[in-house]
């Protein structure tokens, strides 16, 4: 789709002239609406491409008016009426409220598979819920974190979406199964079940300047209209049962729970997708049997894995073909990707909610699992150690990865060590019995959001260097290498990392007061609060340097600000109490004379995309220091990179292929390696007291909490001790400390060689273009989708 920009030019100004009333909020409507009036006449599904159906609970764009006037190359023409009319263009667009509909990572991550699917000339379509609140605001009151509700639609409603009551689906929930046989065959119906109606609203998706529009298609429940015998009583609380369901975000990223709503948003998700991906197959294309090669279905890790199941229902009950024919659409058809080793992640369903919830679809799970195991009999496959080990149902739980396992035709992880593990540690006996079905897709980010649209001072410098080529084929920053000795080059650099200072040091200074040092190191640790993150350690290392401040001012021989943010779940104790301490501890050392001009501590209430926007081209130290063999692959080591940071990190997740990029000489490694962490969970002898004993900077460190001299939640502080100390200090803390704080010593060295550090930075520049999801998604499209 080519927009004409004189039209669009144009047709904004007729409306801007006389817009009324001439708020922000108002003209970005204007332009929301112009996009997609001008973009719905050029929608098409284009019928001989394959299509991509990416299902996820959570998708995490932010903003989208810059991006989409980005790629569709009106974004200067855009400004210019907006400067003819007097609005502020900047003022314009940051009026769009982030949508929100993400925790963290693996919400970024389908934010930047749309648009790099979008770039490629790909048909992508991604299928997800319209959560009336998404993931809560933050705020922080008295060192505590404070949830408030995120009411992403404004009253004018949500500028990018067009909602498509016509293209509604119901979706059945409990009710009871009757079987019938009717010629030699067995039928199933489910009797008075709950019906709920999933209503489409679309939000339009696209290509960099390639006229390819996508879709992001998210699904609100509501309820079937009212009968003329239902009472008001009964109608109210059959309305509130349906709409509950698209109510809120579950703000949890790292723990399973099996609570029976969220149970009703993913077979909710996947039920409204794949109907409606089949109602539109059937209308336009060929045969059932034809489907594998005409469609490509990917699960964002387990959240979706009842689409297994309820493909097979529709296929068998509705449309009346065999199991076998039936299952081997389904497997040839769908793929899943994993995200986390982590146990208490994984997600397990009791078979009483499901049988209750879903009656058909837990019969067809036992079918499929009778299937497997009799399949893995009949192989007399060794390694299944016990039914216990394999089964997809096991005494009361559903194990949904397994059930994912046995459904896809291929199982990827999201870097290359975590890929690894997960082949030969969580899923071995799987891995063992499916070889060919186990695959690494290394993470990506989008390099126009977080380069071209967040940086454009460094946008501009790149292609002033090497020229346009690079934006459409990212790889080509390694052309920037010539540059690394060329000393007005470096200096450029700096300058530009300086602007981008500035600009994030206005925006805390507006919007907290805070006056940051603009010619300090600005180290950013920035994600969601969990334990094997270990914000605490980069804590510990900053009172650690509080203590030197102290004893050896000499010592600190370059001002560095330690930037924070991060939201903890609500339910997750342990991480809403680590920012207690990181906000204690930044007020103490904030208004503490002695480390005025050399340290400096702030945790940025409510991280976002939007802030992450403006953050992140002013890190000069990106912190990607979890314990090893936790982080899967983490992405914003990749948008830090990509923006001239240099990486402190553990040999974790996409770091290590990071590291092979630049070498370690560009990167500040510490740290246990991941098989030593597996090691020592498995031989239970790491022992904390023992670090804790030899170090005295540790102890002078930890009294801290116990001592009553930090001001704030003593219970908590204690708390955090005890974890460290005396209960085993899981994530390994105390055992990294030493080598993190060598590591951040050579930071500092490294700083004091401008020349050198500004070097480093442009090889990292250089390499990051492997980072852009353009190549993930080329390769999922190669090797998973066959597009
Ligand atoms: O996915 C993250 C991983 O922790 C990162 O290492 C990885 O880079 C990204 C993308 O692959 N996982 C999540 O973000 N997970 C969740 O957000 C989540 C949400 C709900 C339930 C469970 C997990």
């Known amino acids: 789709m080519t927009i004409n920009k004189d039209r669009f030019k144009k047709a904004l100004s007729k409306q801007l002239v006389n817009a009324e ?77 982030d949508a929100a509909l993400g925790n963290g990572g693996l919400g970024r991550l389908a ?60 979706v059945r929930f409990g009710g009871s199964v009757h079987m019938s046989q009717h010629n030699d065959r067995l039928t199933f119906h489910l009797h008075n079940p709950e019906e709920i109606i999933a209503v489409p609203y679309q939000i339009p998706i ?35 049962k349906a709409e509950e369901i698209t109510e809120f975000l579950y703000p949890d ?18 039920s409204a997708g794949i109907q409606s991906i089949l109602v539109d197959y059937l209308q336009n294309e060929g045969t059932l049997q034809e489907i594998p090669s005409k469609i490509a279905i990917q699960i964002n890790d387990t959240h979706p894995t009842l689409i297994i199941p309820e493909f097979m229902r529709l296929l068998v009950d509705e449309h009346d073909l065999s199991w076998e024919e039936a299952w081997s659409i389904v497997l040839s058809t769908v793929s899943y990707t994993n995200h986390t080793l982590m146990n208490e992640a994984l997600e397990k369903w009791p078979v009483f909610l499901v049988k209750e919830q879903l009656p058909r679809i837990f019969l067809i799970i036992e079918e499929i699992n009778r299937r497997h195991c009799l399949d893995v009999e009949y192989r007399g496959l060794e390694e299944w150690e ?69 940086n454009p001072l460094l946008t501009n410098f790149i292609t002033r260097l090497i020229g346009e080529s690079w934006k459409e084929n990212p790889v080509n920053l390694t052309k920037l290498l010539k540059y690394t000795d060329d000393d007005a080059v470096l200096d450029e650099l700096h300058a530009i990392k300086q602007q981008n200072k500035q ?46 401040c102290h004893d050896k001012p000499d010592a600190i021989k370059v001002p560095r600000t330690f930037i924070f943010g991060a939201k903890a779940a609500p339910g997750y104790l342990y991480a809403k109490r680590i920012i207690s301490l990181i906000t204690s501890v930044a007020s103490q050392i904030n208004e503490d004379p002695v480390t005025k001009g050399k340290i400096q501590v702030l945790f940025l209430p409510n991280y976002n995309v939007s802030q992450a926007e403006l953050i992140i081209p002013a890190a000069d130290i990106s912190e990607q220091i979890s314990t090893a063999s936790k982080e899967a692959s983490g992405t914003g080591n990749m948008k830090m990179m990509m923006n001239g940071a240099l990486t402190i990190g553990t040999m974790d997740g996409a770091n290590i292929e990071m590291t092979d990029l630049v070498s370690t000489d560009h990167f500040f490694d ?54 460290l100390v005396e209960n085993g200090d899981e994530y390994f803390l105390l055992k990294d400390f030493g080598s993190y704080v060598q590591a951040q010593n050579q930071v500092q060295e490294l700083y004091l060689t401008p020349r050198t550090w500004q070097k480093k930075c442009l090889i990292n520049i250089s390499h990051s273009g492997y980072f852009s999801s353009d190549r993930t998604i080329a390769e999922y499209a190669k090797e998973i989708w066959h597009l």
């Open 21 to 97: 009333p001439r708020t922000p909020q108002h003209a970005l409507h204007t332009i929301a609406s112009l996009v997609k009036e001008f973009s719905e006449s050029n929608e098409s599904k284009s019928p001989h491409k394959k299509q991509v159906y990416y299902f996820s609970m959570e998708f995490l764009p932010g903003r989208f008016i810059e991006t989409n006037l980005l790629n569709l190359d009106l974004l200067d023409s855009c400004k210019e009426v907006l400067e003819t009319f007097q609005y502020e263009p900047t003022e314009v667009f940051q009026s769009e409220l």
């Open 111 to 170: 934010a930047c598979f749309l648009d790099s699917l979008a770039a490629l000339g790909y048909s992508g379509h991604g299928m997800g819920l319209r959560y009336q609140y998404g993931l809560f605001k933050q705020k922080i009151n008295n060192q505590q974190q404070v949830e408030l509700p995120d009411q992403w639609v404004s009253d004018s409603g949500y500028a990018w979406e067009a909602r498509k009551p016509d293209q509604a689906i119901v």
């Open 206 to 240: 696209f290509g960099y300047k390639n006229n390819q529009v996508n879709d992001l298609t998210i699904w609100r429940a509501e309820s079937t209209p009212a009968t003329s015998d239902i009472t008001f009583e009964a109608y109210a609380s059959t309305k509130r």
């Open 253 to 270: 990223d790292s723990h399973y729970d099996g609570k029976v709503l969220r149970l009703r948003q993913q077979y909710f998700l996947v």
């Open 386 to 454: 016990s039914l216990n080990d394999l089964s997809i149902v096991t005494d009361d739980v559903i194990h949904m990865a397994r059930l994912a396992v046995i459904g896809s035709h291929t199982i990827n992880g999201v870097a290359k060590l975590h890929s690894t593990i997960l082949k030969d540690e969580l899923l071995k006996s799987f891995s063992i019995r499916f070889p060919e079905r186990f695959t690494n897709k290394t993470n990506g980010i989008s390099h126009r959001q977080w380069l071209l649209n967040a």
């Open 503 to 548: 600009r994030l040091a206005h925006k805390v200074f507006a919007k907290t007061g805070h006056q940051i040092m603009e010619h300090s190191i600005f180290d950013v640790h920035i994600k969601r609060l969990h334990g094997y993150k270990r914000q605490l350690l980069n804590l510990l290392h900053v009172m650690y340097l509080w203590d030197l």
């Open 670 to 723: 510490f740290g246990l390696r991941a098989q030593e962490v597996l090691a020592y969970e498995q031989n239970g002898q790491y022992d904390p007291r023992e670090v804790f004993h030899q170090d005295r900077r540790l102890q002078k460190v930890l009294h801290r909490l116990v001592n009553g001299s930090l001001k704030g939640d003593q219970v908590a502080f204690q708390d955090i001790y005890y974890s």
